[in-house]
């Protein structure tokens, strides 16, 4: 599965990186050089990971790339991910499996609305297919979208769990600075909050975690810097444990 993502993303960017000058759209040269980093990741391709990281914080910080927070943002995901290159991958979800639950709950409420105005069903009967189709719309999403993350990760088989269980001496913690250490933390929050706004709360949890680690390690001095990701790590945490996901998409 993965392969096929990396061939279909390889010719689009070809596309685009084929445009006519001045046409060409940075932004999403650099999504899509992101893109392949993490399909690469998940294969265990590092060396070819580590390039696309690098062609697409290139691309991003182009002169000729439109300016905006979707930059913004994909610029300091990218920024993460090289400084942390521990950092398991993102799997973006085709439209197919984002758009599932609008297009499940708009057939099935249409289908309820036409049969009660045409008096197939009672009123009763009504409300209860229109929180069927909502619950429904729920599941099916749920399901899919796991089993899709599942497919691609199953050949993802990453050094990570050895590097926590070893612990902060194989990390190479005592070569680190004060300020390496609230850098890796920050870059760890951007992860969490990335995962936030994708409800993937079981990989933001995880980074949240290992943020606290390196803030609560002993190199690390008080400073304003310091104060700032403790801050945010404080609102993320406060985040998961009130549940308050609605539209929430991060402190950022």
């Known amino acids: 599965m993965a392969e096929r993502r990396i061939s279909r993303l390889e010719e689009k960017l070809q596309r685009e990186l084929s445009s006519k000058k001045g046409k060409k759209n940075f932004y999403k040269i650099g999504y899509i050089q992101f893109e392949l980093?993490?399909?690469?990741?998940?294969?265990?391709?590092?060396?070819?990971?580590?390039?696309?990281?690098?062609?697409?914080?290139?691309?991003?910080?182009?002169?000729?790339?439109?300016?905006?927070?979707?930059?913004e943002r994909l610029s300091r995901l990218i920024t993460s991910y090289i400084n942390n290159p521990s950092a398991p991958p993102m799997v973006p979800l085709p439209a197919i499996y984002r758009y599932l639950s609008?297009?499940?709950?708009?057939?099935?409420?249409?289908?309820?609305?036409?049969?009660?105005?045409?008096?197939?069903?009672?009123?009763?009967?009504?409300?209860g297919v229109v929180f069927a189709v909502f619950v429904l719309s729920i599941v099916i999403t749920s399901f899919t979208s796991s089993y899709y993350v599942r497919r691609l990760r199953e050949d993802y088989t990453p050094a990570q769990p050895?590097?926590?269980?070893?612990g902060a001496e194989n990390l190479g913690l005592e070569e680190?600075?004060?300020?390496?250490?609230?850098?890796?933390?920050?870059?760890?929050?951007?992860?969490?909050?990335?995962?936030l706004s994708t409800k993937d709360f079981k990989e933001m949890e995880l980074h949240l975690e290992r943020a606290r680690a390196f803030l609560n390690n002993p190199l690390t001095n008080q400073s304003k810097k310091k104060?700032?990701?403790?801050?945010?790590?404080n609102k993320l945490e406060s985040s998961v444990r009130g549940k308050k996901l609605g539209n929430h998409y991060g402190v950022y």
Do not use: H, W
């Not at 709950?105 to 036409?114: D, H, I, P, R, T």
């Not at 050895?162 to 070893?166: G, H, K, S, T």
């Not at 104060?227 to 790590?233: D, F, K, R, S």
């Open 37 to 71: 980093s993490q399909l690469y990741r998940l294969k265990g391709n590092k060396e070819k990971s580590d390039e696309k990281l690098k062609e697409a914080l290139l691309s991003v910080s182009n002169p000729e790339c439109k300016k905006g927070k979707r930059a």
């Open 102 to 127: 609008p297009l499940i709950l708009l057939a099935g409420y249409a289908s309820s609305y036409v049969a009660y105005f045409t008096k197939m069903i009672p009123y009763t009967v009504f409300l």
């Open 162 to 166: 050895e590097v926590e269980a070893a």
């Open 176 to 195: 680190k600075t004060p300020d390496d250490l609230v850098d890796d933390a920050r870059a760890e929050l951007s992860l969490a909050n990335l995962y």
């Open 227 to 233: 104060e700032q990701a403790l801050g945010i790590l």
